[in-house]
């Protein structure tokens, strides 16, 4: 749901006050609230997924609400994700897009922009998971061109050397 209708600079986003419920997002100029607070099943895939990916990730495994800026316009939080080794970062916050981001749906939920913003700003890999649905669509960027993948059993990660994803693991 927007609620502007002219582009807004991170700067003018980062001064709004922060809607309860939901979180906030900036998507090409756009002030977009993600609504509403995420379900039991939401937060059990981000749980398992955040699990999954800090077993090998640790410390640069991320939680929802951890924002990546990327340009002027645009500042997404995915539900998990993890920073670059060397994540570009100013005083408060990281700069570019996350090595992986995982996005998991709210009902009515749109993410084609995002994605794309996420391989503009530099991301390898950008997972979208429906917890209604129990499935996974994985993008991996391989040089200029970002390949689709829908997930059926498992996902073996290039972001992570290898990593497998079972969906019976994320959808416990």
Do not use: C
């Not at 609400?65 to 990327?70: I, N, P, S, V």
């Not at 916050?93 to 709210?106: H, K, N, R």
């Not at 530099?122 to 979208?128: I, P, T």
Request: proline residues 7%; hydrophobic residues 40%; glycine residues 6%.
């Amino acid at each position: 749901m927007s609620i502007s209708t002219r582009l807004m600079t991170f700067a003018e986003f980062e001064q709004l006050p922060y809607p309860d419920p939901g979180k906030m997002e900036l998507v090409n100029g756009e002030v977009v609230i993600v609504m509403p607070p995420p379900e039991l099943a939401h937060q059990k895939v981000a749980r398992a997924t955040f699990l999954i990916l800090a077993a090998r990730f640790q410390d640069r495994t991320w939680f929802d609400h951890t924002g990546y800026r990327m340009g002027p316009g645009n500042w997404l939080e995915p539900d998990v994700s993890v920073s670059w080794p060397d994540q570009q970062q100013d005083e408060k916050y990281f700069l570019g897009a996350p090595m992986i981001a995982v996005e998991i749906l709210s009902p009515g939920e749109e993410t084609e922009e995002k994605v794309a913003l996420y391989f503009a700003h530099g991301a390898r890999e950008v997972w979208v998971i429906n917890p209604r649905k129990k499935t996974m669509s994985a993008y991996v960027s391989r040089g200029e061109s970002v390949v689709f993948q829908q997930v059926m059993d498992e996902f073996r990660s290039e972001a992570a050397d290898g990593l497998v994803i079972r969906l019976s693991d994320v959808f416990r």
